[in-house]
């Protein structure tokens, strides 16, 4: 067999287990995913890592490898027209538990979502929350005070029961 032979064959038999809804024959396939990809991350880590990393979505609503939160963040352009993220992730990550939040709460949200979203919305809304807050510039406002607030809205945005999948619809990933 060649390879797209093998690739083919491999299609039409996981639509076989698939379609089945034969316990019997998802275990047969479980069992040898399960074998392969042991095999897999001895030969080659990095691939078993992006395999990983596709089967994430399945346990969380909202789901970015730490490259794609990277990759969306760079495109950000904050209300003063600086570019990126405010907060780096080592920042960001070592905050949020001093702040008393979760870094990440499965189902809801992985890190990356929580670290892109909280940065979106200081890239979107500082100014408005910064007044909110009885301020009258960004740069009035203290650090942790705004990263609060931006956790704070990121989480309600990930846990919103109208869109289950924040991260999904807005950012199309």
């Not at 392969?36 to 089967?55: H, Q, S, V």
């Not at 399945?58 to 939160?69: P, S």
């Not at 406002?141 to 919103?160: F, Q, R, T």
């Amino acid at each position: 067999m060649n390879t797209d032979e093998m690739k083919d064959r491999f299609k039409h038999l996981y639509d076989v287990m698939k379609d089945s809804n034969d316990v019997d024959k998802m275990k047969i396939f479980g069992c040898a995913s399960h074998k392969m990809f042991n095999k897999m991350a001895m030969a080659n880590p990095a691939i078993a890592k992006e395999w990983i990393d596709m089967l994430e979505p399945i346990v969380w609503n909202n789901y970015l490898t730490e490259e794609m939160a990277e990759q969306i963040a760079q495109k950000l352009v904050n209300q003063d027209q600086s570019k990126g993220p405010l907060w780096s992730m080592d920042t960001f990550f070592s905050v949020v538990p001093k702040l008393g939040g979760k870094i990440e709460d499965e189902p809801y949200y992985n890190k990356y979502a929580l670290w892109l979203v909280a940065n979106a919305h200081y890239s979107d809304f500082a100014q408005s929350t910064s007044e909110d807050m009885g301020y009258t510039t960004i740069s009035e406002v203290p650090g942790e005070k705004m990263a609060l607030s931006m956790y704070k809205k990121a989480v309600e945005s990930l846990k919103d029961i109208d869109r289950s999948h924040y991260i999904a619809d807005y950012y199309h990933v």
